[in-house]
């Protein structure tokens, strides 16, 4: 049974570049929320996906965009990146109608803006 | 303004005695409470959850208390190991949220010495 898996692992990019990171939710799961976690901190919830429309947003600016597929994977993308984008991109999966059930998270891509 | 707290950054134990790892939150209105487990270079790993109607819930050696009139949740690990020593989140989901996006705390991270 696949769980939740994020690519690139690793992403080095420079101040004003733009970003795309990918995420295949386990097998199963119709929803993708994506988080962002800096160092020292907590996952900050970014946004939801579900139904290939984004229903529900953190505090994150526009620049942080997203996508769904007809598969359920999911993409996340950020522009004109500042340093301080710099942080471990989590993408989590879930069940849209069980409401008491966990997400499932992946291993996540950790990008580093020079 | 930080809805789900955990005030303790670090916590060292003894092999074999009981870890408690605490957290407060804010919002009465959370009904869904989860504990996440990390390891560097991995995505969080769902140990635990507990809805609002019961004040505990018991797997293996992992318990977790909830105290809604204190708004505090506490996970006690019995006994610990060498292994178990990782950063803990404790995370939370609102009855209003239908999708259930999760507000982390801080983590805590446990040392569990042989």
């Known amino acids: 049974d696949a769980g939740v898996t994020q690519s690139p692992t690793h992403l080095i990019k420079t101040r004003g570049q733009q970003v795309t990171l990918r995420c295949s939710p386990k097998s199963g799961h119709d929803t993708v929320s994506w988080y962002q976690q800096a160092l020292g901190q907590g996952p900050q919830f970014i946004f939801q996906y579900y139904e290939e429309e984004e229903r529900q947003r953190g505090n994150f600016p526009d620049r942080f965009s997203g996508h769904q597929f007809p598969n359920y994977s999911s993409e996340l993308n950020v522009n004109a990146l500042l340093l301080g984008d710099s942080a471990l991109y989590l993408c989590?999966?879930?069940?849209?109608?069980?409401?008491?059930?966990?997400?499932?998270f992946g291993d996540g891509t950790r990008l580093s803006i020079l | 303004d930080q809805q789900v707290k955990q005030n303790s950054p670090s916590l060292s134990v003894q092999e074999g005695r009981i870890s408690i790892l605490n957290c407060d939150y804010t919002n009465s209105m959370f009904d869904y409470f989860l504990w996440y487990k990390k390891y560097p270079a991995e995505g969080p790993t769902f140990l635990i959850s507990i809805s609002s109607i019961k004040d505990k819930n018991e797997d293996g050696r992992f318990t977790v208390f909830l105290n809604k009139s204190a708004k505090h949740l506490s996970l006690h690990i019995v006994p610990s190991q060498p292994g178990d020593s990782a950063v803990y989140f404790c995370?939370?989901?609102?009855?209003?949220?239908?999708?259930?996006?999760?507000?982390f705390g801080q983590g805590t991270e446990l040392s569990v010495k042989p």
């Open positions: 989590a999966s879930s069940l849209q109608d069980r409401r008491y059930q966990p997400q499932h």
């Open positions: 995370a939370a989901s609102a009855r209003d949220n239908q999708g259930g996006k999760l507000i």
